[in-house]
């Protein structure tokens, strides 16, 4: 269905390609996931075979991909659109109508779809990603989990050959991610969709693949095999799969029921309690209360998005705040900053009152990252976004490259933000907001396309700020990031917040917030590799 025959692209005056020596085939009705580190070109990938690149990214593509006998260089995006379908990262750049209804009906109006079909098929895919109670809502009232089920809706109705993914469920629920999975499934082995998808959270979804290709690093030939074979040699895995690494198991366990079979000897070598981490607010450098927030309702119109939250921070203390997409996470976050004004109750920021405290004066006390890095983005190029965030903060020069370095090396200074992955402007947002070291640092789903090495060294990153007395409150849909390096999690359900503790308690408590290990070593309380390593080895 897709040829790829040498192809290459190369952008620009770059040193080397995006992408080189890629010859491969992806069959019809096969559900095909590309892996790698990010900035390896996977995105880059997934534009040859819609049109995009080179056609509106610009660039030089050598080479040749066909798209059901279609070539991708004399066919532009909008000659393909009957046979591939597209989901970007970013579900906004897609939208062109004002509801969710329009917009699942705007592909089928532009191919020419007779009215009666088009009825159907809205109908159908509302049901299919459960979005039929906002069929009327506005698109910008949504949830950054909504806006992508909506993104995603809106191929669907096409019925399209091909469905092209990037990060399909960087920004969903786990229960939401499952449900977009299945969909996916069902289009592939009931109607012989050919879906080729890049997904950083491979806990997600690597059991689904039919094959996986591997990019292993930037220009490199792409490497394809049958997950387990790709999984044994990639850099980038799941916790499922670190773990049937570390315990010897062959082959590799793809799926936590797979690793569940074979645990047995490993939990009989495995200590029945695990000592947590807490909080070293021992080690506080700051003077500065964190937050408080007491009795907060939040409404947008007639809509009440927080009832009654009463919650603190602690220095050193790291809090993942969950829940399903729509919750209220993202809100309880900008309330911080002084982006909602409290309908009741308060809210207060190092002893400031956000809504009413200057920007300036109010980056003393608080950080933002939000899910959308773009914006806080507006220099032309990655060293002057790092030079403007370093005066802005009062930082030594220099304070907000070398973050960059450390979350996402090989990025030069004379890069334009907008030619990064989502995952590198993820990282040069957080480096912008951690150069003012705030008290308190709040980040909206901040492993949204991240790789798990760009991941672990976050996780070390926010270890170091919190052992120095900063609290730092997470709102993510990422289960394992929560287990990693949470010391509390507060689960919030329709704007309440219906569970507080202990990570440990709340996350094993909870199947759709276990991450993988707790599920496949229950009852025991092991919640990631790492811990389940350092006990081997103290055992040994």
């Not at 030939?221 to 895995?237: F, L, N, W």
Request: hydrophobic share 45%; aromatic share 2%.
């Amino acid at each position: 269905m897709i040829r790829f025959e040498q192809v290459s692209v190369t952008y620009g005056d770059a040193a080397r390609p995006a992408l080189d020596g890629v010859d491969l085939t992806v069959p019809e009705g096969e559900l095909c996931l590309l892996v790698g580190p990010s900035g390896v070109g996977k995105s880059t990938l997934l534009g040859t075979v819609s049109g995009l690149v080179p056609h509106f990214t610009g660039g030089t593509l050598r080479g040749r991909v066909t798209v059901a006998g279609r070539d991708t260089r004399t066919h532009r995006p909008r000659e393909l659109a009957d046979v591939v379908g597209t989901v970007g990262q970013d579900p906004l750049a897609h939208f062109v109508t004002d509801t969710v209804e329009d917009e699942l009906a705007y592909g089928m109006e532009s191919l020419g779809v007779a009215p009666a079909v088009m009825r159907r098929r809205v109908e159908e895919t509302l049901d299919l990603l459960g979005l039929a109670a906002l069929r009327d809502r506005p698109l910008a009232t949504l949830s950054g989990g909504q806006q992508q089920r909506v993104a995603i809706g809106s191929v669907l109705t096409t019925h399209p050959k091909v469905l092209v993914l990037d990060e399909p469920t960087s920004a969903l629920d786990p229960g939401a991610a499952e449900e977009v999975l299945a969909v996916l499934q069902r289009l592939v082995h009931d109607l012989g969709t050919t879906v080729l998808m890049a997904e950083h959270r491979l806990e997600r979804v690597v059991q689904y693949a039919d094959q996986v290709i591997l990019l292993p690093g930037p220009g490199e030939a792409p490497v394809t095999g049958t997950p387990a074979d790709m999984m044994a040699i990639s850099p980038v895995r799941p916790p499922v799969v670190s773990l049937g690494r570390l315990a010897g198991w062959d082959p590799l366990p793809l799926s936590v029921r797979d690793a569940r079979r074979r645990a047995t000897g490993l939990k009989e070598r495995l200590p029945e309690t695990v000592v947590l981490p807490k909080p070293r607010a021992e080690s506080r450098t700051t003077t500065t209360e964190p937050a408080t927030v007491t009795n907060l309702s939040v409404r947008h119109g007639r809509t009440t998005a927080l009832r009654d939250i009463t919650l603190s921070t602690a220095p050193g203390e790291i809090t993942a705040v969950m829940g399903r997409n729509g919750a209220g996470k993202s809100t309880l976050l900008r309330s911080l900053v002084g982006m909602h004004r409290p309908a009741s109750g308060s809210v207060r920021v190092g002893g400031a009152v956000p809504h009413r405290t200057a920007p300036a004066e109010l980056l003393r006390h608080v950080g933002l990252v939000p899910q959308e890095p773009r914006d806080l983005l507006y220099a032309d190029t990655v060293g002057a976004e790092c030079a403007a965030a370093d005066e802005d903060a009062g930082a030594e020069p220099g304070t907000c490259r070398a973050l960059v370095s450390e979350l996402l090396p090989g990025v030069p200074d004379a890069t334009h933000p907008r030619d990064l992955s989502e995952g590198q402007r993820l990282a040069l947002a957080l480096a912008v907001v951690l150069a003012a070291r705030p008290p308190l640092l709040l980040l909206d789903e901040p492993t949204r396309g991240l790789d798990y090495a760009a991941k672990e060294r976050l996780v070390e990153i926010l270890r170091g700020l919190a052992a120095e007395g900063h609290a730092i409150l997470l709102a993510t849909h990422d289960v394992e990031l929560a287990a990693e390096l949470a010391h509390r999690v507060v689960v919030i359900a329709e704007g309440e917040v219906v569970a507080d503790g202990p990570t440990a308690e709340v996350v094993v408590a909870s199947p759709a917030f276990a991450p993988q290990v707790a599920k496949i070593l229950a009852p025991l309380p092991w919640l990631t590799v790492p811990q389940v390593k350092a006990a081997l080895e103290e055992a040994r």
